[in-house]
């Protein structure tokens, strides 16, 4: 039976004795030793990981267990206790008390505590005062940052000079690591949660000063110091929300390629969200540098085409004059309008777009608005080969199966910024870091270019017609997504790793990890393997008689041990009889039964032994053989000594005689021929039988049985 769910087990620690396994009852809040837990002196924390949590009658739910409780002072003595100890004369007791602060600052009970007895201005004093350093400095930065994490105090309560003091230490850059990082954590929070902060905090750090640690090969400072970037870039005003730099070479994209390499889970999204702050000025600077910036992007993907636009119908006349070299064109008279929009209607036809007559309307929705136009016509300048190929390609196909490039473009480019999240607010808890598009100035646009040739591969290879459009668009973002998974460092690599997901190995893909989900382990599904199993093995059974009864060719060893002779065996076709016979060589088919001269009976057959148990094998010497002999042996017993031996050609005819022997003498099939035959059709049958049920979630547990009505009235009688 088992224990109440209320009842936890754990360890149990107070000074003078040794630890004790005890059952707390969270619902009466008591151990069996009789230690309860009290408001005012008597607590529990647990120890995990270094980390020490209060807990209390609220919140004694959240003991879990094998928890490690030791018994201590409550978070109000414990608060009193480190506010008087921070204060002592002593510095090594100073130290130890700012190191037990750090550590119990994490629990939310003893701030609040701590809090109350103004610990935040104590420990702002002793910033601002300058008389501590190294560790102890260190712990009373990291206590000061665990305190105001649980959001109880404002941030708008500091000073300036204390505001001065943690961004000297900033930009100190021979500062303790430690030191360095918590006056970063510092300054971000400052920034981003008070205005007027931000506008102190910017009085006293600059970009200038922060890139140097950028260049440093600790990644935690590199992350912190592009949190502080990004929470100044997030907050500035719009006029002043641009880089200042020492030197007018110095770029944006400098900047950037100094720490293009790190591999820092947040880094990605920390880039993202200091291009997205840029001003318009600054992100025209980065197109005019061909930089790639998720700022851009976005402001391109929000932007409608005016089909009023000349400059931007221009764009489509160009990708219509690259496909099909259309240089000349007919002469502005009245009798060719007419021919020119008809030219014009055809070939934008064959581009892909929608709208055939007015291709600017397929521009409109935004996303992906101008966006998707500029990747096409990247494209069709910077791969003109490919773009000519694809265009052409599809284009001239009669079969209902051309891949309509303008439309793909378009919904290609929508997806691509689903992806990466072009357009979304940066998310502190995304971990994705995609290293290659750091390598190349246009890498979005790179991106897009090997992404439209893989969708009009995968198109090809699954035969699509337009009413497939969005299953070939779901494969190719599945196609997408796992090489992205692979983290490449470089385009040239993220497309490798495309050219080993063909269509053909996202479907068994599909497959293996359907056969993985918890669907196939849940009960009806097990239930139905059971019930289906025993018709799969008696369908293996009669195809390993039927390999019986066709026969096969054995080496036969002499007293020499040369394998210069062959027997041939097979069963009858009513499975009573097995005829076995010499031959002087090696048969080109099947051995008719009158050829071969000697029968016995399956009555007869008393046992199948194989390998070392084998009697042609526990001769003197046999055991020399090597290996593989070994593997293949197997021999029939008969009456009182007689015996059949066997040495089978390969592992296939081994494992097919072996499971024909043991199926006719009524025992079960153990070769691992039988294993995975009875693997890949249960497999099989399961997913035919399931082809109705895609996308229905199948319950644990059948439903329950209705009650019984209260009459039978409708049911008939027959007489």
Known sequence: MPPPADIVKVAIEWP??????????????????????????????????????FFLFQNRNEIKNGAILRLTTSPAQNAQQLHERIQSSSMDAKLEALKDLANYSRDVTFAQEFINLDGISLLTQMVESGTDFGDMLSFTLTAFVELMDHGIVSWDTFSVAFIKKIASYVNKFA?????????????????????????????EITIGQLIPHLQGTDQEIQTYTIAVINALFLKAPDDKRQVKMETPEFTWWDFL?????????????HVIRAQRAINNEMAHQLYVLQVLTFNLLEDRMMTKMDPQDQAQRDIIFELRRIAFDAESEPNNSSGSIEKRKSMYTRDYKKLGFINHVNPAMDFTQ??????????????????????????????????????????????????????????????????????????????????????????????????????????????????????????????????????????????????????????????????????????ILELIKQQRLNRLVEGTCFRKLNSRRRQDKFWYCRLSPNHKVLHYGDLEE????????DSLQDK??????????????????????????????????????????????????????????TDGLNALLGKDMLSDLTRNDLDTLLSMEIKLRLLDLENIQIPDAPPPIPKEPSNYDFVYDCN
């Open 16 to 53: 003078g004795a040794f630890p004790k396994l005890m059952e707390i009852d969270q619902v009466s809040a008591c151990a069996c030793c009789g230690i309860l837990f009290n408001a005012r002196f008597i607590f529990l924390y647990v120890l995990r990981k270094s980390l020490c949590f």
């Open 175 to 203: 500062s303790d690591i430690s030191i360095l990082q918590r006056s970063l954590a510092i300054l971000e929070s400052m920034v981003l949660n008070s205005h007027d902060l931000y506008q102190k905090v910017a009085q």
């Open 257 to 269: 390629i100094q720490w293009c390499s790190l591999e820092s889970a947040f880094l990605l999204q």
């Open 366 to 535: 935004t996303p992906p608005g101008m966006l998707a136009l500029d990747n096409m016509l990247y494209f069709a300048k910077h791969h003109q080969d490919a773009y000519i190929r694809i265009v052409l390609e599809n284009s001239s196909r009669e079969d209902k199966h051309e891949c309509p490039f303008g439309r793909s473009s378009i919904e290609l480019t929508k997806m691509l910024c689903e992806i990466l999240k072009v357009g979304e607010l940066p998310s502190e808890t995304c971990n994705d870091f995609h290293p290659m598009f750091f390598t190349h100035d246009r890498s979005f646009e790179e991106f897009f270019c090997i992404c439209i040739q893989l969708l009009n591969k995968t198109w090809k290879e699954m035969r699509a017609t337009s009413e497939d459009f969005n299953k070939v668009m779901q494969v190719v973002k599945e196609q997408i997504m796992r090489a992205l998974t692979t983290k490449p460092s470089s385009l040239d690599q993220f497309k490798s790793k495309l050219q080993n997901l063909s269509y053909t190995e996202i479907l068994k893909i599909r497959q293996s990890e359907r056969m993985n989900q918890e669907d196939f382990q849940s009960r009806p599904i097990l239930e139905l393997k059971e019930k289906i199993q025993p018709e």
């Open 586 to 593: 090696s048969p080109q088919g099947e051995v008719p039964h």
């Open 600 to 657: 016995l009976p399956v009555a007869d057959i008393k046992a199948v032994v194989t390998g070392k148990d084998c009697p042609h094998m526990k001769e003197k010497g046999a055991l020399k053989q090597n290996k593989e002999v070994l593997e293949l042996a197997f021999s029939i017993l008969y009456d009182s000594s007689g015996q059949l031996n066997f040495i089978a050609p390969d592992k296939h005819e081994y494992c097919v005689w």
